[in-house]
């Protein structure tokens, strides 16, 4: 069964700067597909951002992005120029190009004024 | 992205009464998925449906609970006799394919006493 890590259960990040969230996986297949989702208050998973396995290219969309490590089984969130609404729970989760995402345990992230 | 619609947004119940969930998806799409969250904890995995059928479902989805898209439309999770462990947040996910990103409903907060 696949397993997704989040090692960071909280970060915190002062305004205008840039964090880094971890996530590793397990998985022995090679082509699945990794996501990041946000969980502000309200509770709604909200997609931040999506890699497929087999791009090289590490994915952007705006100030996130992310570090795809394949080998290494590492997936992680950079948040640059962060804001306040970027104060929220995420989730790290994973695809394996079938029906279910399985979740890693989440870090919640506070933006320092 | 267009998302799904769920109801009710929160719901409060007896032990061993019946609940069902309801989503409403917004686009035509063809795969629907239910997962849920017990407060603090990590998103699970409930069960999956693709073409008015079960696709996947998770060891948590056992006969207590079952899916179905009574009117071509929307597409709802019972649960039959409600424990207290059942009190999480429901999500409904939809996507245009497996694989696809899915994209999640503002979810409905259930409490069973």
């Known amino acids: 069964a696949q397993t997704v890590t989040q090692s960071q259960p909280e970060m915190s990040v002062q305004e205008a700067e840039t964090v880094t969230l971890s996530c590793t996986y397990d998985?022995?297949?090679?082509?699945?597909?990794l996501f990041w989702y946000k969980q502000p208050p309200s509770r709604q998973m909200i997609l931040v951002i999506r890699?497929?396995?087999?791009?090289?290219q590490n994915a952007t969309e705006n100030r996130f992005s992310v570090n795809f490590q394949k080998a290494a089984k590492s997936f992680s969130l950079k948040i640059s120029d962060s804001q306040l609404g970027d104060a929220a729970m995420y989730f790290c989760?994973?695809?394996?190009?079938?029906?279910?995402?399985?979740f890693g345990g989440g870090t919640r992230l506070m933006v320092k004024p | 992205e267009p998302e799904v619609t769920q109801t009710p947004s929160h719901q409060v119940t007896q032990m061993g009464q019946e609940v069902i969930l309801r989503c409403v998806p917004i686009?035509?799409?063809?795969?629907f998925y239910w997962y849920r969250q017990i407060l603090g904890q990590k998103v699970e995995f409930l069960v999956s449906?693709?073409?008015?059928?079960?696709?996947?479902k998770s060891e948590i989805f056992d006969d207590q609970f079952s899916v179905e898209r009574p009117d071509g439309s929307n597409f709802t999770l019972k649960i039959r006799s409600t424990k207290l462990e059942d009190s999480a947040m429901y999500f409904c996910?939809?996507?245009?394919?497996?694989?696809?990103?899915?994209?999640f409903g503002p979810g409905t907060r259930l409490l069973v006493l």
């Open positions: 989760a994973y695809n394996n190009a079938g029906n279910m995402l399985t």
């Open positions: 998985t022995s297949e090679s082509d699945y597909y």
């Open positions: 890699q497929e396995a087999y791009k090289q």
């Open positions: 686009s035509n799409h063809l795969y």
């Open positions: 449906f693709y073409n008015n059928e079960i696709s996947e």
């Open positions: 996910a939809r996507s245009g394919r497996a694989a696809e990103t899915q994209y």
